[in-house]
């Protein structure tokens, strides 16, 4: 699994390609379209042209993106496959130089294995027909494993966010904390809210470094190593310090979370039903903002109360380590690892469970990601930003940004006041509001799950966001065009719109696309340089939001995120494209497709 770098290989193989040449010049004679060959044949002779960076140039016409293709593919393969390849076309003809050129090792090889070869090469024959976007029966229970342990990664996200709001008023009370440092300064208080953001973009951080090395299915083990140790570390911790340091690991934990399960979800559940099960893990974060909510209203009241609110995590955290412990390695992550092909299709007959009974899809399948699987990235900065990856990058981290300054925090924030003003709720009743809005955002979550497949991403998204800015129009009215009475029931009903609007748009969806829509060979990378995006930006918003609302007024920073919200609008209905229904492979060629078009 290497480089041609064998000098007297390379000499053969630049041998056996003048050949190849001088018969393409003849065939061209009698051929008068190139592109009219099957498409077998060009992929044939395409890997000893490309497996040498001297040789690399043009081949007859072929696309940058099949060049791309057969360089990656043959990066996987052996010397002895490199040999194989060329026997594709013009039959006896082309495999004559191949076995005068190939070592004795490489022609016995041929021999043994040339069933694989024509498998590997015949199986995917429609240009436009992936065997993985083929209608087949979806074995649920399976899926449904596949999935529900990444998911409960994310539910651990939401868990933090819902009980953290009610440990803060345990740990800074006298009844209530059972320690003598109860008395925190507003710094250290907002400390024990933040850490958990530090340590959530330090995970990105991690995420982008050693993402593609752990694997999809090691990093949410790894995420649920943190949320455990954590969990244990904050239900003993002595002091304020030790309070801190389980603070940040269990943001650590969140970072590795929320980087791998999309991507692990995106790579392993039918294109069919993708849309609907990344979409159900915004489910689960939100079901665990409200799992943290009543975990709250339970333990609220009660000494040292904040200890089993932060140690509840542990059973979840531990049935994630467990559940993925037993799963399957993404079977796209494997061959872009350098994996052979029998570990990825052991790896898709365990994702597939029942539903891999048949064999020759199984093979399919594979075959379509070997023939689509880019060459892995050299890595850094220079892959992540070259002019094939720029624009998906874009799309992927625009929406992060757009879901955290299109004025979530804010509209959250004062939702307890907005139904206290209402008449619905007293101070004492403020975690029980905070209770039914989980509920209406769980709901509303469930819209969106039941309709992404259906109704597509875009129709979603631009429908949402354009809901969410009427919605921001209506809560900054009510703070000064609109009185009374009225202006209350306003806020209330523009409250539920942007909440139901968002949950529908960007909670949803954002994630979704992130884990579908960038190049395999940057995946890790990008989806990595996206949940940092989100990370950072909501810690930025979390910064400016006091002051923007102390010098500018509520109503008028409603306006601004209103506007921001137009700018996202424009920038979805621009740039996103449509990817309901389309294999991992599908959306990766459209890419490829818009990049030779420009």
């Not at 594709?88 to 069933?115: F, V, W």
């Not at 953001?197 to 995420?207: E, I, M, P, R, T």
Request: glycine share 10%; with cysteine; hydrophobic share 45%.
């Amino acid at each position: 699994m290497r480089r041609v770098s064998n000098p007297a290989w390379l000499h053969r193989l630049h041998s056996a390609a003048s050949e190849v040449s001088d018969i393409r010049s003849s065939l061209a004679r009698s051929c008068q379209d190139w592109a009219g060959l099957p498409r077998d044949s060009v992929f044939a002779m395409q890997p000893a042209l490309l497996c040498s960076a001297p040789l690399v140039k043009p081949v007859f016409g072929v696309s940058e993106r099949c060049k791309h293709r057969i360089g990656s593919y043959h990066y996987k393969q052996s010397e002895a496959l490199a040999c194989r390849h060329l026997n594709k076309l013009s039959g006896a003809c082309i495999y004559g130089i191949h076995m005068r050129h190939a070592n004795p090792a490489a022609r016995r090889d041929t021999l043994a294995q040339a069933e694989e070869r024509d498998s590997l090469l015949e199986a995917p024959q429609a240009e436009n027909e992936s065997p993985s976007s083929a209608t087949r029966e979806v074995d649920w229970l399976m899926t449904f494993l596949v999935f529900v342990f990444p998911a409960i990664g994310g539910l651990l996200f939401g868990y933090d966010i819902g009980a953290t709001s009610g440990a803060l008023v345990s740990i800074t009370s006298e009844r209530t904390s059972g320690t003598d440092w109860y008395s925190l300064s507003p710094f250290l208080s907002g400390l024990v809210v933040s850490s958990s953001l530090f340590g959530a973009l330090a995970g990105s951080v991690g995420a982008f470094i050693f993402g593609d090395k752990l694997g999809r299915r090691r990093e949410l083990m790894l995420a649920a190593c943190l949320y455990g140790t954590s969990a244990i570390l904050l239900y003993f911790a002595p002091n304020y310090p030790t309070l801190l340091t389980g603070r940040v690991m269990y943001g650590l934990g969140i970072g590795f979370a929320m980087h791998a399960a999309p991507a692990y979800i995106a790579e392993t559940a039918p294109a069919s039903v993708r849309g609907l099960l990344i979409s159900c893990k915004e489910g689960f974060i939100v079901g665990g903002i409200l799992l943290g909510y009543l975990a709250s209203a339970l333990w609220v009241g009660e000494t040292g109360g904040w200890r089993y609110m932060y140690g509840a995590a542990l059973p979840p955290a531990l049935i994630v380590f467990a559940g993925m412990a037993w799963l399957p390695e993404s079977p796209r992550w494997l061959l872009l690892s350098g994996a052979t092909r029998d570990r990825a299709e052991g790896a898709v007959r365990r994702a597939w469970g029942a539903s891999a009974s048949d064999e020759q899809a199984v093979q399919q399948e594979v075959a379509a990601m070997l023939r689509d699987n880019p060459a892995p990235s050299s890595g850094g900065l220079g892959a992540l930003f070259s002019k094939g990856n720029i624009r998906p990058l874009l799309v992927g981290s625009s929406l992060m940004l757009f879901q955290q300054i299109t004025g979530q925090p804010s509209v959250l924030y004062y939702a307890a006041k907005i139904f206290k003003d209402a008449g619905f709720a007293s101070d004492a009743d403020a975690t029980r509001v905070s209770v039914v809005l989980g509920c209406f955002k769980l709901v509303m979550t469930g819209v969106a799950v039941a309709t992404v497949d259906k109704l597509g991403r875009r129709p979603l998204l631009l429908g949402g966001v354009t809901g969410l800015v009427l919605s921001l129009l209506a809560l900054s009215g009510a703070q000064g065009l609109v009185k009374g009475d009225a202006a209350t029931w306003v806020s209330v009903v523009g409250l539920l719109a942007y909440t139901a609007s968002y949950q529908v748009s960007f909670g949803p969806i954002s994630w979704l696309i992130v884990g579908e829509i960038f190049p395999l060979s940057v995946r890790g990378q990008a989806a990595a340089f996206a949940t940092f995006t989100n990370f950072g930006s909501n810690f930025l918003v979390s910064l400016a939001l006091p002051t923007l609302q102390d010098k500018a007024g509520l109503g008028a920073t409603y306006l601004i995120f209103a506007g921001i919200g137009v700018v996202s609008l424009a920038s979805i209905y621009l740039t996103i494209p449509e990817t309901k229904g389309k294999t991992l492979e599908e959306i990766e060629a459209l890419w490829a497709e818009e990049d030779k078009g420009n």
